[in-house]
T-cell receptor, first 116, second 115 residues
């Protein structure tokens, strides 16, 4: 069965410092991985995805993520955090062995708090 | 980029009433839309997959008669919470579009409060 784990409920980082939000996954086939961000009382905004190719994926707002097949991880990173990055971040996966469905499996979310 | 519009953004109503939430894809057609429920400080729970022209596919534990889904056109899906009670109060989010390797696009959500 597909699953996604975000081991940290909250990540605190000072503005200007690098940030990492962790995500690990489990699928039976090849993973299609996504990161989304959610601001209060809003829907989810797409940040970036990994489908195939380069393990380092660059996305919106300066975020990037590194796909690591051996560790089944897809951690979200940013070299220099901004206060405005404070939000709830979700990792999601689809399994190419799951058939035609494009249903996403979400992690539990990580609240990123960037202190000025 | 693709836009998904969700309406209303906030609704407060009395216990026992029915509430309809609309999800529209504004610049693309969506044969499939998804409805999620989110509790405070928790992840999204997929409620059902809305299929244009056919019955919705509900996730285990979701009451079909309680949460009615209609997907009558390629740009509109509706979720009706019937005979709503305070425990139905939640944040409901829809998504549309995407393929297996393309991202879904999310509406801005509907905050439902049942008094």
């Amino acid at each position: 069965a597909q699953s996604v784990a975000q081991p940290e409920d909250q990540v605190n980082v000072a503005e200007g410092n690098p940030l990492t939000v962790k995500c690990t996954y489990s699928v039976s086939g090849n993973p299609y991985l996504f990161w989304y961000v959610q601001y209060p009382n809003r829907g989810l905004q797409f940040l970036l995805k990994y489908i195939t190719g380069d393990n380092l994926v660059k996305g919106s707002y300066g975020f990037e993520a590194e796909f690591n097949k051996s560790q089944t991880s897809f951690h979200l990173k940013k070299p220099s955090a901004l206060v405005s990055d404070s939000a709830l971040y979700f990792c999601a996966v689809r399994d190419d062995a799951s058939g035609a469905t494009n249903k996403l499996i979400f992690g539990t979310g990580t609240l990123l708090a960037v202190q000025p | 980029g693709a836009v998904v519009s969700q309406h209303p953004s906030w609704v407060i109503c009395k216990s026992g009433t029915s509430v309809k939430i609309e999800c529209r894809s504004l610049d693309f057609q969506a044969t499939t839309m998804f409805w999620y429920r989110q509790f405070p400080k928790q992840s999204l729970m997929l409620m059902a997959t809305s299929n244009e022209g056919s019955k919705a596919t509900y996730e285990q534990g979701v009451e079909k008669d309680k949460f009615l889904i209609n997907h009558a056109s390629l740009t509109l899906s509706t979720l009706t919470v019937t005979s709503a009670h305070p425990e139905d109060s939640s944040f409901y989010i829809c998504s549309a579009g995407g393929t297996v390797n393309q991202p879904q696009h999310f509406g801005d959500g509907t905050r439902l409060s049942i008094l």
